[in-house]
């Protein structure tokens, strides 16, 4: 399996099934942990690094965790694949421009993913389509614990997992989701679930994690602490009191838009979609923010010639990695919002 084989198929967190995905489009699980024996990665050297990168590698595929997995060694990657695996959620912007000896092993299917030498020496993530944390701490635990059979792992008795950042002391455990909250957006409330997100502990990210933006409406919702807590607790607060509360605004927030404003509901939808038909140039920005309209738009029955698997697609292939994968060669920026333009017309007409 190489990275070429990814290219046509969807990816795990835009497969569009799962508990409530209307609003939440995928649930990961991520888990920091660090070998005995060995520095954190800022006070590694050159060396230290290598020899991590290659232990853990040779553990990883001893563990046999999956039927078919694949690595990728990412300082030897060319900067188009690295963006490429950031696109599809295998390695975080932190991990791509590193640089240092490290990589990452993923399974066929893109539901597990392993970072090396990203911020701690191993970072383990579990995805699931919609909301599905159980199912994911579940094959996540099973996953550590294959390792724990082949590693030690650095652990306090007082404090649990050590780990780089002090915020995931303890557990090592990150929850978050990935939410569509147009209708928010739209009705001015979503600074209101910012601030009560704070005041919970809670990050809100943009698409691709720390230091990116929101895009088309899609926000990162994670734990920010771990000392102290178990896993159970973690995924129990975060599953059944905060997520709740959150979906539970965004559909009120529909339902409002839907009684009081259903005439500009489907002129967003629809306008959103002439737009992505008629467009000669058009971005990434922009892509994402009429895709997102149109998704609302499919959720609330308004926009019936569309379906959600087209446009979930057209969300990662017009990523610009992925256009320029899609075309195998590099392209300025205005050369892919051509050839992005003419991709999403020729989808399209083919619905």
């Known amino acids: 399996m190489n990275l070429a084989d990814l290219l046509h198929r969807p990816t795990e967190w835009l497969r569009g099934t799962g508990a409530i995905n209307d609003v939440v489009i995928s649930s990961r699980i991520r888990l920091a942990r660090n070998l005995v024996g060995m520095p954190f990665l800022t006070r590694c050297s050159e060396e230290q690094l290598h020899e991590v990168e290659h232990r853990l590698k040779k553990k990883i595929f001893q563990a046999r965790m999956a039927d078919d997995v694949a690595y990728v060694d990412i300082p030897?990657?060319?900067?188009?694949?690295?963006?490429?695996?950031?696109?599809?959620?295998?390695?975080?912007?932190?991990?791509?421009?590193?640089?240092?000896?490290?990589?990452?092993?993923?399974?066929?299917?893109?539901?597990?993913?392993?970072?090396?030498?990203?911020?701690?020496?191993?970072?383990?993530?579990?995805?699931?389509?919609?909301?599905?944390?159980?199912?994911?701490?579940?094959?996540?635990?099973?996953?550590?614990?294959?390792?724990?059979?082949?590693?030690?792992f650095a652990f306090h008795?007082?404090?649990g997992y050590l780990t780089a950042c002090p915020t995931n002391v303890g557990t090592g455990l990150r929850v978050s989701v990935m939410a569509h909250l147009p209708a928010l957006k739209m009705t001015g409330e979503i600074e209101k679930v910012f601030r009560a997100a704070r005041d919970m502990r809670l990050a809100i990210r943009g698409l691709y994690g720390e230091g990116t933006e929101a895009t088309g409406d899609f926000f990162q919702i994670s734990n920010q602490t771990t000392l102290g807590r178990s896993e159970h607790q973690i995924i129990?607060?975060?599953?059944?009191?905060?997520?709740?509360?959150?979906?539970?605004?965004?559909?009120?927030?529909?339902?409002?838009?839907?009684?009081?404003?259903?005439?500009?509901?489907?002129?967003?939808?629809?306008?959103?979609?002439?737009?992505?038909?008629?467009?000669?140039?058009?971005?990434?920005?922009?892509?994402?923010y009429l895709l997102s309209l149109v998704r609302l738009g499919i959720h609330l029955g308004r926009c019936n010639k569309m379906d959600i698997a087209t446009v979930n697609e057209l969300f990662l292939r017009t990523q610009?990695?992925?256009?320029?994968?899609?075309?195998?060669?590099?392209?300025e920026p205005r050369e892919r919002a051509e050839a992005r333009a003419t991709y999403i017309h020729k989808r399209l007409d083919a619905v």
Not at 250 to 272: C, M, N, P, S, W
Not at 320 to 331: C, D, F, S, V, Y
């Open 76 to 152: 030897a990657s060319g900067e188009l694949d690295r963006k490429f695996l950031v696109e599809r959620h295998l390695i975080s912007r932190q991990h791509a421009e590193g640089s240092h000896s490290r990589g990452v092993t993923f399974s066929a299917n893109e539901t597990m993913a392993i970072m090396i030498n990203e911020e701690d020496h191993l970072r383990i993530q579990i995805l699931r389509s919609g909301l599905e944390l159980d199912e994911a701490i579940a094959e996540i635990n099973r996953v550590d614990q294959l390792l724990e059979e082949q590693l030690d």
């Open 157 to 159: 008795r007082r404090y």
């Open 320 to 331: 610009p990695a992925h256009l320029q994968k899609i075309h195998n060669r590099t392209m």
């Open 236 to 288: 129990k607060d975060f599953s059944t009191q905060t997520i709740p509360h959150i979906i539970d605004y965004e559909r009120r927030a529909r339902h409002v838009l839907l009684k009081e404003q259903t005439i500009a509901i489907d002129d967003k939808a629809h306008r959103a979609l002439a737009t992505l038909h008629a467009a000669k140039l058009i971005s990434s920005e922009e892509t994402m």
